[in-house]
């Protein structure tokens, strides 16, 4: 994205990020839960976050339709408003990240190109991001569907839908796949702990 700002300059702080994780004994990183809509990744994120919580990891959880009512509340859903809706959400994330908090994303981010640029603006600034794919079948997520966004989709009354009208790009090569029709979402759960633990993201009285 073009700079449009001029006569800025970035101005880094007293702090390094190694110190501030240090003292704040946080190691920051981005879990980024993508899949269709009702696949469930903002139940998982959600309870993820809760226990992390519980264990005293600071984290924060940011979901799709929590951010449109506010940061994103001037975004619909064309593929430049989506493209831009990912674009924030990454950089927020990157933020909470280098803070110490790990940062929970739940967003459809439907399109592949979006999702990579996420992860690039976290690894150019040297800051782990781990995708996470809800792999939930579409005929799974219509029988769920909790907004009955899928119903109005197939009656034509919700255009350029995800997964009906609009194309959902599965990530390659995602760090981890989560299968709420095989798993519970406490295996969910403890699947991501174990991530996170391995990326040496959870201090040691919360592993």
């Known amino acids: 994205m073009t700079q449009k700002a001029t006569n800025i300059h970035w101005h880094a702080g007293n702090l390094t990020r190694e110190e501030r994780w240090k003292l704040l004994k946080a190691r920051g990183c981005t879990m980024w839960f993508t899949g269709l809509s009702a696949s469930g990744k ?91 794919f809800v792999d939930a079948p579409i005929e799974v997520c219509e029988q769920r569907d909790p907004k009955g966004l899928y119903k109005k989709a197939r009656a034509g009354e919700l255009k350029g839908f995800t997964g009906i009208d609009d194309p959902y790009e599965a990530p390659e090569k995602p760090e981890l796949v989560l ?29």
């Not at 439907?110 to 690039?120: G, H």
């Not at 798993?183 to 969910?188: G, I, L």
């Not at 702990?193 to 993201?201: I, P």
């Open 42 to 132: 903002s139940t998982i994120a959600s309870a993820l976050e809760q226990v992390l919580v519980q264990r005293g990891v600071h984290c924060y959880r940011l979901d799709g339709d929590n951010i449109r009512h506010g940061l994103n509340k001037n975004l619909g859903f064309s593929a430049e408003d989506r493209a831009e809706n990912i674009r924030r959400i990454g950089e927020v994330a990157k933020l909470f990240a280098d803070s110490g908090c790990i940062a929970l994303t739940s967003f459809i981010s439907p399109y592949r190109k979006d999702r990579d640029l996420a992860r690039q603006m976290h690894e150019k600034d040297g800051i782990a991001f781990i995708e996470v």
């Open 179 to 207: 299968k709420p029709a095989t798993m519970s979402v406490e295996e969910s759960v403890k699947v991501c702990l174990a991530e996170l633990s391995k990326r040496g993201a959870l201090p040691t009285w919360a592993d």
